[in-house]
């Protein structure tokens, strides 16, 4: 990959993420302007999965190893999990997948098929014990942070759930400016369940047959690819490439009647007797680290407006335009815009523009501009362009408006 756009040198140069050693390799830690970046993507996560019906959830990053061994996990997955940790007569271990917790929450109170379809999300921790010579910045690491959700469903409402997902995917990848290279039906070695897979070769038939049913009535082209599935069922798996053309997956969705099983998951029917619901998983951005780490190769670290770290730099000429840029400065903070300000004390002006020059936008204040009614600033826009002078307040509410409509545009077209 050209290092011009690698996400562990941008993430590194515009302080966003680091590694220490004492912490560990695969641990980063988020500095303050890629925390705002990580922020802002998981609240746009949540708004829209609350606006498709789903309810958020919090649960523990550990387990009992008993739980782990109901999923099946432990018996197909432990390669890559960490190993237990002693407490008292029990042991713990740090989870590698939320769907066993999404199955206690489930199952922890009784249902109606009135209830259904119950969609489950949250954004939670988990943990998988990666080879060192695999990790690499964001997109391998060991602590892991996924957008997740599970929808207990009856058998009918299946195709349905896993469509909207795939729609739901579809929206947030057009917001996010993702492209995707293509989209994968990901099965078991020789289509059945043997070997790292759980063996119930009729439940893999039928979940199989449902995401084809799905992809199909969806109209996506796929590939169906042998061995990629996961231990307990098929998946859907949405491929990204990054800007030297290597794939990865970053969103899935499968249908699972499994976990429904081991975990004896059922909902009280319309005549009154249990039935076993299906589970979808789903998965919209996948980890958080794989797409901001896409995100910052795809879009070089200059990102759209509403994800940039800082919006709006204000630079006062010189010290005597300090207080108008003040004022911009509190206006806009008080609109939502994430504004800074830069002085003379950072340097001559075009020192601080050019080390700006992947903030969207710039407002200078002269002389000129801060003896003017309406506190103007002279704007400049990362593109090059020079709109000119602007007032203070509509320039803060044209950042504002843009950055709530996710717009690509930085200013209307000239």
């Known amino acids: 990959m050209n290092d011009r756009y690698d996400h562990r040198r941008l993430g590194r140069e515009l302080d966003l993420f680091d590694t220490d050693p004492l912490m560990g390799a695969g641990l980063p830690y988020w500095l303050p302007d890629g925390a705002i970046v990580r922020h802002v993507l998981e609240e746009y996560i949540r708004e829209a999965e609350r ?12 387990g009992k190893r008993e739980l782990y061994e109901i999923s099946g996990h432990w018996d197909h997955y432990s390669d890559d999990m960490f190993p237990p940790m002693e407490l008292g007569a029990e042991q713990v271990v740090l989870r590698p997948s939320l769907c066993p917790h999404h199955a206690l929450i489930y199952r922890s109170r009784s249902h109606s098929y009135r ?26 690491v060991r602590a892991i942070h996924l957008n997740d959700a599970h929808v207990f469903c009856t058998l009918d409402q299946a195709v349905d759930e896993a469509r909207a997902a795939l729609k739901l995917i579809a929206r947030a990848y057009a917001d996010l400016g993702i492209k995707a290279v293509r989209h994968r039906l990901s099965l078991p070695c020789g289509g059945g369940g043997r070997g790292k897979y759980v063996a119930d070769p009729e439940l893999w038939r039928r979940a199989i047959a449902l995401l084809r049913e799905v992809l199909d009535g969806s109209g996506i082209p796929y590939e169906a ?4 599935a996961a231990f307990y069922g098929p998946k859907i798996d949405v491929q990204i490439a990054d800007p030297a053309g290597r794939e990865a997956t970053l ?6 009647f499994h976990q429904p099983e081991r975990f004896d998951l059922h909902y009280i029917g319309p005549d009154g007797a249990k039935h076993r619901p299906v589970m979808v998983h789903r998965s919209v951005i996948g980890s958080v680290e794989r797409a901001v780490a896409h995100l910052i190769e795809q879009h070089g670290g200059a990102f759209p407006v509403w994800l940039a770290p800082v919006q709006l730099l204000i630079l006062p000429v010189a010290q005597a335009q300090r207080g108008p840029a003040e004022k911009l400065l509190h206006r806009a903070r008080r609109m939502g815009v994430r504004a800074e300000l830069a002085g003379p004390e950072h340097g001559s002006l075009g020192a601080r523009v050019r080390a700006a020059r992947l903030v969207p936008y710039q407002a200078v204040i002269g002389e000129r501009e801060a003896e003017a009614d309406g506190g103007p600033a002279a704007v400049r826009l990362r593109d090059g362009r020079r709109p000119g002078a602007v007032p203070g307040a509509e320039l803060v509410a044209r950042i504002a408006a843009r950055s709530a409509a996710r717009a690509p545009e930085l200013w209307d077209a000239p």
């Open 51 to 62: 606006e498709a019906g789903y309810r958020h959830v919090y649960s523990p990053v550990l």
């Open 225 to 228: 690819v042998e061995g990629e």
């Open 251 to 256: 969103s899935t969705v499968q249908i699972d």
């Open 115 to 140: 209830e259904l379809p119950l969609r489950m999300a949250e954004l939670g921790g988990m943990y998988r014990s990666e080879l060192s010579g695999v990790l690499g910045g964001l997109t391998r």
